[in-house]
């Protein structure tokens, strides 16, 4: 039984929490008249998502409540006009993509996700040589090197103690045998020390220049000699003690965060990762990690991906896929003004709010959406895995989870709302 | 409300039917038999001269799951000459080697396929394949779950729990999953590499656990056995690829000790070493293997020349070949303790040695096994060739002028060393509605599809029967689903979707208390969320599951 209810109080176990990409999904969830109180598992920024009390709002045309149905006709007449809508932001579930990409290619529109640039530099990677990557239970139970490079995985709160210090491991790991090295900028090491206080090893960079260490990692671990003191102001012998380790270790990870590593070309330092981790495969094992996927961006990525055959962006305004990851970002195509209409989906959060833009713009946002402008239609939405069942897909594009609905919210889903908009097209 | 096909020529070989007038009768989306001479018939097609056989079904075929949606996403080229424009009915998309989802199952239907089975289901990749096939519209699907190389069941192996406690573990497998079936690729090979095992014979030890690829297939196989799981145990084997595995081909089939066992994609592992490059067809002796041991059962995995992309559970042997992607680019990913995969895409060159002669090896072994009820017709799609190249392959098979033709125009060493040339059997019509139909279906259990007998699914597909074998079969002129007209002239009419078939095996819940303390200890999902509810594929999925019955 994952639900247990009193008069006027339910308990949900087993809750997936669908706020960052890592998807855990052990919170146990009390629902007290409609107020959520997180018991067990909770981050901070679950309880600050799942904690808060749902805004009131009202779908809005031109600033003004409306009831829902009016909404849903004035998005209808707006994409009807329109040539070439974006439908962009795409913060929603596997459901609310499927609509997505059913709407797209009914108005030949591009489609885009919110995190779109860090989505685009692994798929760079994936489209030019390749890689070879994990998952996190593979990391729980064997890795013995994880190497944080340009990241520190504090946007994803949990994932030291869900895949990192564990009480037990399936081939008797154990936390004092794993060793952690960041790379990179400013990184906060603390997540990084063993239970037993046994600490990581940090190598200080900029971001832009961790690309240069881990080539110099890679050349160290082929056995050349490098006629240097020093890459990136990290002397050579440092980075030997860490190549040494590379080629000693059982099974090491390398994780980065697309999204972090916000830097020009940032594929083709993912790509130094993947190539070290290739070349040390040839001899031991090794794999890439990648920690992104927040706002559903895995799952959109992923239904794209299914649906179109081409994982995002992609234009259908000729009335077939066409893919283009970088001519199609949200910001070129409206600074280019290659659209007519913006149709942004927010339905996790209200961090990233749409672009302010000079044509009809409709926005399906959280209920406390705070917008600079006003937008031509707003509708506020439910959020999958709070208010409504539905389906994620987790940040290593494997292992997919179940969403709940732990309460009853008055918003309606964006996979319910956009259901409605193609049928009445 | 009664739909009458009539003077068409019926292949119907589960009633022993082959090439006879029949008129054959639809009510209520189900085959009938001929109602009263008062039963208004509503509609009428007249099938003069055509050929009518149930819709066809492709018992291996890579449609949905991680590893065919990572092929997608890595190859945009793939995908650029064969985009595939929006209609008034279908949805737009692209092939070729890697199509998506709603394409393909256009383009199935349109090839008269009414059935499509995903064969590499990873347990924690489960979810994501069933949305897939969700979105894979027009055909029926189901998916067969992957063991082997799974921590707790190599666990279990190794501590040597009884076989009812591994037949428990199956079976919760297949009711956690929603699967058809249990396949097993590279019997604990996947497992072995993470360790850094580099390849396993069917003999050798996985360094962790200390057990064979030998244990896990006779245990798999027993517990396929003792739940009643229609579909033998679905296995790709150890050493895919490598020359001289014939051997271990026919070791793996001695392994079983009759059990029944279901050898996939078995092309790839019939290779001898024989010659000047060490690289020969096996294809006699594994013919010969398969006829003598009525337990097995075979699907033949042809290549066929061109671009395509490789992607497998066999996460060892994609490394293995990783060298020889074309072009330039790789996956391999270990998964959740459980599974892996590799995608790795490649071109089969006629002029290239090795590529022609898995040709012709492939061509050898449907040509050599005698009986068409344990042979399927499949490419491995998209790892032979796509399934798009099945009526080409059809004709290979059906005509031996055309085949001689083909076999003229690959590499000269390659066909000099096959004995493709001295073999004259052509399949026939019959042959073909065995090997893609009838065959197929009771291998997996589907009582009542893969025939036109009453009571039957009014799964058909209406062909003309032209002299080219490819254009027959590359277009019909009428498809029917559930006895709705779907396809015309190979094209989309209307767009339907197919049912997810499933089973229910019987098993002991019990092993559910030492899995729940299982994945609380090691796992990174909750036992809960990792079994997938009904609701999943009916709500939001694709509306209906048929589960089907145990033996």
């Not at chain 1, 961090?351 to 209920?367: E, F, K, M, Q, Y």
């Not at chain 2, 001898?272 to 097995?296: C, H, L, Y």
Request: proline letters at 5%; a neutral charge.
């Amino acid at each position: 039984m994952d639900k247990t209810s009193t008069n006027s109080s339910t308990i949900n176990k087993d809750v997936t929490c669908p706020f960052c990409g890592i998807l855990c999904d052990d919170l146990v969830i009390q629902n007290q008249d409609e107020t959520l109180k997180i018991l067990e598992n909770g981050c901070p920024k679950a309880v600050a998502s799942f904690e808060t009390k749902q805004a009131i709002s009202s779908p809005k045309i031109n600033g003004k409540n409306v009831p829902l149905s009016d909404a849903i006709t004035a998005i209808c007449n707006i994409l009807k006009k329109s040539h070439n809508p974006l439908i962009a932001g795409l913060g929603t579930d596997v459901g609310g993509m499927r609509q997505v990409m059913h709407l797209a290619d009914k108005t030949g529109a591009i489609v885009d996700h919110m995190h779109g640039n860090a989505l685009i530099r692994n798929s760079l990677v994936l489209q030019d040589l390749g890689w070879i990557t994990t998952t996190m239970t593979e990391i729980r139970n064997r890795a013995d090197l994880i190497i944080f490079a340009g990241t520190d995985a504090r946007n994803y709160p949990r994932f030291f103690e869900r895949t990192i210090w564990n009480k037990k491991s399936m081939f008797k790991l154990k936390n004092e045998q794993r060793q952690i090295v960041y790379i990179g900028d400013k990184l906060n090491s603390k997540a990084g020390t063993s239970p037993n206080g046994k600490p990581p090893t940090t190598l200080n960079c900029k971001t832009e220049e961790i690309g240069e260490v881990i080539s110099g990692l890679h050349a160290l671990v082929t056995g050349a000699t490098l006629d240097v003191n020093e890459i990136a102001g990290i002397k050579i012998k440092t980075l030997q003690t860490l190549a040494e380790q590379m080629k000693a270790a059982k099974y090491g990870v390398i994780v980065w965060s697309p999204a972090e590593l916000d830097i020009p070309h940032a594929e083709l330092t993912i790509q130094n990762f993947c190539e070290i981790v290739k070349y040390l495969t040839r001899y031991t094992r090794f794999a890439g990690f990648s920690l992104a996927g927040n706002d559903g961006a895995t799952s959109a990525n992923s239904v794209c991906a299914w649906q179109s055959g081409y994982p995002l962006r992609v234009n259908f305004n000729k009335g077939y896929p066409e893919y283009d990851a970088q001519r199609y970002s949200t910001h070129n195509v409206l600074k280019n003004k290659e659209v007519d209409t913006l149709l942004w989906i927010s339905s996790f959060s209200s961090d990233v709010n749409s672009p302010r833009a000079s044509i009809p713009t409709i926005v399906l946002g959280t209920p406390d959406t705070r917008l600079n402008f006003k937008p031509d239609v707003f509708i506020p939405v439910s959020t999958p895995g709070v208010d409504d069942t539905g389906q994620l897909l987790r940040t290593d594009s494997v292992v997919s989870l179940p969403l709940k609905k732990v309460r009853q919210s008055p918003y309606e889903s964006v996979n319910t709302i956009l259901k409605q908009v193609i049928e009445r097209m | 409300m009664y739909i009458k096909l009539t003077n068409g020529i019926v292949y119907d070989p589960v009633h022993g039917i082959n090439g006879e007038h029949r008129d054959i009768y639809i009510n209520d989306g189900y085959i009938t038999r001929k109602p009263s001479s008062n039963t208004k018939i509503c509609k009428t097609y007249d099938m003069k001269g055509k050929i009518i056989m149930a819709g066809a079904i492709d018992i291996h075929t890579h449609i949905g799951g991680g590893k065919i949606n990572i092929a997608r996403m890595m190859l945009p080229e793939d995908h650029a000459a064969d985009l595939v424009e929006k209609t008034e009915l279908t949805r737009s998309g692209c092939g070729y080697a890697a199509p998506s989802t709603l394409t393909a199952g256009y383009r199935y239907a349109e090839m008269g396929y009414t059935a499509c089975f995903e064969p590499a289901m990873l347990p924690s990749n489960a979810r994501q394949t069933h949305m897939e096939m969700a979105d894979t519209p027009m055909v029926d699907k189901g998916a067969y779950a992957m063991l082997g190389s799974d921590d707790f069941f190599l666990r279990m192996l190794a501590s040597k729990k009884d076989q009812a406690a591994i037949s428990d573990y199956v079976g919760w497998t297949i009711n956690a999953t929603q699967a058809l079936g249990i396949k097993v690729v590279n019997p604990g090979g996947i497992s072995a590499f993470k360790f850094n095992q580099r390849k396993l014979e069917l003999d050798e030890l996985n360094q962790y656990y200390g057990v064979s690829p030998r244990d896990i297939l006779k245990s798999l196989a027993r517990a396929v056995t003792e739940l009643g799981i229609p579909h033998p145990l679905h296995v790709h084997g150890c050493n895919l690829g490598v020359p001289g595995n014939l051997n271990t081909t026919l070791e793996t089939i001695r392994a079983v000790d009759g059990m029944r066992m279901h050898l996939t994609h078995i092309q790839f592992h019939s290779y001898g070493t024989e010659g000047d490059k060490n690289f020969s067809s096996g294809a006699a002796e594994i013919a010969e293997a398969v006829n003598k041991n009525p337990n097995i059962s075979i699907d033949v995995g042809q290549i066929l020349f061109g671009q395509t992309v490789t992607a497998s559970g066999d996460s060892q042997h994609q490394y293995a070949g990783h060298w020889h992607a074309d072009p330039k680019k790789w996956v391999i990913m270990d998964i959740e303790c459980d599974a892996g995969c590799g995608v790795v895409p490649f071109k089969y060159r006629d002029k290239n040695f090795v590529n022609a002669l898995q040709w012709a090896i492939g061509l050898e072994i449907f040509l050599l096994v005698d009986d068409p009820w344990r042979v399927f017709l499949t490419t491995d799609h998209p790892n032979g060739a796509p399934f798009t190249s099945y009526p080409h392959l059809i004709r290979l098979l059906m005509d031996r002028s055309f085949r001689n033709d083909m076999l003229s125009t690959i590499n000269k060493e390659a066909a000099a060393a096959s004995t493709l040339a001295s073999i004259d059997r052509e399949y026939s019509l019959y042959d073909i509605a065995i090997m893609t139909r009838a065959a197929p279906a009771r291998s997996l259990g589907l009582k009542n599809r893969g025939h036109l007998g009453s009571g039957a699914v009014a799964d058909i597909t209406v062909y003309s029967n032209h002299k080219d074998k490819e254009k027959m079969f590359s277009k019909p002129d009428y498809v029917f689903k559930n006895g709705e007209l779907i396809v015309r002239n190979g094209k989309i009419v209307k767009v339907v979707n197919g049912a997810t078939h499933t089973l229910r095996p019987e098993y002991d819940n019990g092993i559910e208390k030492s899995l729940k303390r299982y994945f609380d200890d090691f796992q990174t999902v909750s036992l809960g969320n990792f079994k997938i509810d009904d609701d999943e594929i009916v709500e939001h999925g694709n509306g209906k599951i048929i589960v089907q019955p145990c033996m």
